[in-house]
């Protein structure tokens, strides 16, 4: 049985088929590229190349989430344990996925009865590990998922989204889409169609791990060129300025990826902020009931229908993030955000302070953006009767009874 809903059902785990052997995939781009070689080309300059004007951005930044959505699978990268005893996930009690080390590297390996069916390399780790993992292996110019996949809180392995539960399968052919936002670049070689599907086909290993500096500020090899050469000049020359960015054009730039799942008219990649977006992907034309809006991958919708959002003319997602800096589960400093705008002093504090007390200032977070589960992932994961549900902070702020009914206690 093949399944073939998943790409018309804008599920995050797209479709179709085919499997087979593992070919050889060298790991030669794990190191940033180095001036003028630049997998987009030459207006690109890599990372790396930032690091010696602008070291502290660049420090931290290889510690977020987005440098580390994408990378080649090993030890260091893979959070799942190859251990004896704590590497298997069961689909049946005679049918098993392994997870294994290899000489020719690390491996998911299909057993029925204890008999080796089928063995596939992990090649490509997408998730930072926040909260899940899933695993890519390349089939000559194809790209396909591993049928296990790695749930972070419950610290187990879990049948990868959208494969059936009881069934071991290694056919699910990724598209570039999950490239577009989890990588700074994937060359694409080819495109065919299999059973009305679009199948990619790409150049094995030419891939630009994680979400970099450039695909938030566009090319920038000029930029870098400029200043080595004129290192007194102190005004940012050759890079999309922030301060003359639209409040719409800085949100662009994260909607690239944080806008919902719809097939780009062409790779965002190339997108640069103050380009048009709608050049590059569809607009979403869905506009449900904002609390209809599944809190996965939505956060530009949620945010733009909050009452904060259209009645203030500067909240954009920098209001309350740092891109370069990982500041999750620190609820003190987002509340501090909230307070610039919501000042104690002022009318629109919150209410609730009379009764609960001041102790709420450090968390208003829970209260107003509570996690919520997300209709479109589950995991299921090893020794568990339901999935797991995945909760994503919701970016619809606004008033939810019920929740904080812990703050009592404050
Ligand atoms: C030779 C030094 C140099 C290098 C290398 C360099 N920059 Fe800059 N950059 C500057 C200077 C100088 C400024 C202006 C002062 C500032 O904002 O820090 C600047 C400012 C910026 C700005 C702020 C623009 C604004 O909104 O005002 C961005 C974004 C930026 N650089 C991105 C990059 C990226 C991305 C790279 C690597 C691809 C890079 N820079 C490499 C010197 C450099
Ligand atoms: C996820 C998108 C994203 C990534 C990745 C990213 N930036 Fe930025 N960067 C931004 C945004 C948005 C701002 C404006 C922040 C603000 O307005 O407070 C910014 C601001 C800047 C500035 C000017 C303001 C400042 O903080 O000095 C520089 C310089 C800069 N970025 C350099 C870099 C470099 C170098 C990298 C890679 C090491 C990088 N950025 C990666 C989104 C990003
Ligand atoms: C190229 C696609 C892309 C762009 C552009 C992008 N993001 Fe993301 N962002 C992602 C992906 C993918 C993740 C999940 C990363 C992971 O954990 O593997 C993510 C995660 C995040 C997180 C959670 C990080 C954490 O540590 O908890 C925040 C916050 C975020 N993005 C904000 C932004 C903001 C703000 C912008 C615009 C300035 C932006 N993103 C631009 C793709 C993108
Ligand atoms: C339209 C952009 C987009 C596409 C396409 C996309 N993702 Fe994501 N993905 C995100 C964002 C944004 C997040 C994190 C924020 C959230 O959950 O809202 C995320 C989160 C994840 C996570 C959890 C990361 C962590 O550590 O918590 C995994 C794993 C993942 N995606 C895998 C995939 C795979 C595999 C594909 C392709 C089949 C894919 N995604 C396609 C945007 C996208
Ligand atoms: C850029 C300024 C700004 C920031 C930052 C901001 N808000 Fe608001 N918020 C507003 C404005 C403006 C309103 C509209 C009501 C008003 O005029 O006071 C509002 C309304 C609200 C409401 C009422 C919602 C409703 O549906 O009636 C709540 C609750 C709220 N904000 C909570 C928060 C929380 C929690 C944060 C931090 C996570 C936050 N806000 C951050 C500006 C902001
Ligand atoms: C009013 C403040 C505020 C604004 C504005 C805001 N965020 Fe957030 N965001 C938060 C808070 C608070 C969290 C929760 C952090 C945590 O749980 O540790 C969060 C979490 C996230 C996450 C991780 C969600 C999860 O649970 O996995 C992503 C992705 C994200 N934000 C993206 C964005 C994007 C993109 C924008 C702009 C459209 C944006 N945020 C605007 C406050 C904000
Ligand atoms: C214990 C949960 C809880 C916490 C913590 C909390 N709030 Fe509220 N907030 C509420 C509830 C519930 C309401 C609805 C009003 C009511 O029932 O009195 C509200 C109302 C609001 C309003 C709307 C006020 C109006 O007049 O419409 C704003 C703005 C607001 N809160 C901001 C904040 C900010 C900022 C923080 C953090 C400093 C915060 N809240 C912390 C539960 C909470």
Redesign the pocket.
């Known amino acids: 049985m093949k399944n073939r809903t998943m790409r018309s059902n804008r599920g995050v785990w797209m479709v179709t088929a085919i499997a087979a052997l593992v070919t050889v995939f060298v790991q030669c781009m794990q190191q940033p590229a180095a001036a003028g070689t630049d997998l987009r080309g030459a207006g690109y300059a890599g990372a790396e190349a930032c690091r010696s004007c602008h070291a502290n951005i660049y420090d931290s930044y290889l510690h977020t989430a987005h440098n580390r959505s994408t990378a080649p699978a090993n030890e260091g990268t893979i959070k799942g344990s190859f251990e004896r005893d704590s590497n298997e996930y069961y689909y049946q009690p005679h049918v098993k996925v392994a997870m294994e080390r290899r000489d020719s590297g690390l491996y998911q390996v299909a057993y029925l009865n204890n008999q080796e069916q089928q063995a596939f390399r992990f090649d490509l780790v997408v998730g930072s590990g926040?909260?899940a993992q899933t695993f890519l292996y390349y089939q000559d110019d194809k790209v396909f998922q591993l049928p296990v996949s790695y749930f972070v809180p419950m610290q187990r392995w879990a049948n990868s989204p959208n494969y059936p539960a009881k069934q071991v399968r290694f056919d699910r052919n990724i598209p570039i889409g999950c490239f577009e936002c989890h990588s700074s670049y994937i060359r694409r070689t080819n495109v065919s169609a299999q059973d009305g599907f679009r199948v990619d086909h790409f150049d094995q290993g030419k891939i630009i791990y994680g979400i970099d500096c450039e695909r938030c500020h566009g090319p920038a090899a000029q930029h870098v060129q400029f200043h080595q050469a004129n290192p007194t000049e102190k005004t940012a020359q050759h890079i999309p300025v922030q301060a003359s960015l639209t409040r719409q054009q800085k949100?662009d730039v994260?909607?690239t990826c944080?806008s919902g799942l719809r097939e780009s008219i062409k790779p965002t990649f190339r997108f640069t902020p103050g380009a048009q977006l709608s050049e590059f992907l569809p607009p979403d034309t869905t506009k449900p009931d904002p609390n209809a809006i599944d809190v996965h991958g939505n956060?530009?919708q949620l945010?733009q229908a909050s009452a904060?959002?259209e009645n203030s003319i500067t909240?954009?997602?920098s209001?309350?993030?740092n891109p370069h800096t990982t500041?999750?589960?620190?609820?003190a400093v987002?509340s501090q955000?909230?307070m610039s705008c919501h000042q104690q002093s002022g009318n629109a504090f919150c209410p609730k302070e009379k009764e609960l007390g001041a102790g709420i200032r450090a968390n208003c977070?829970d209260c107003h953006?509570p996690?919520k589960e997300s209709h479109v992932i589950s995991l299921q994961s090893q020794g568990s009767m339901q999935p797991t549900p995945n909760?994503?902070?919701t970016?619809l702020?606004g008033i939810y009874p019920g929740e904080g009914n812990r703050f009592k206690k404050l």
């Open positions: 926040r909260k949100m994260c909607a944080h956060q530009v945010l904060c959002f909240m954009d997602c209001s309350c993030h500041e999750r589960t620190n609820m987002f955000r909230c977070i953006m996690a909760l994503v902070r970016h702020i």
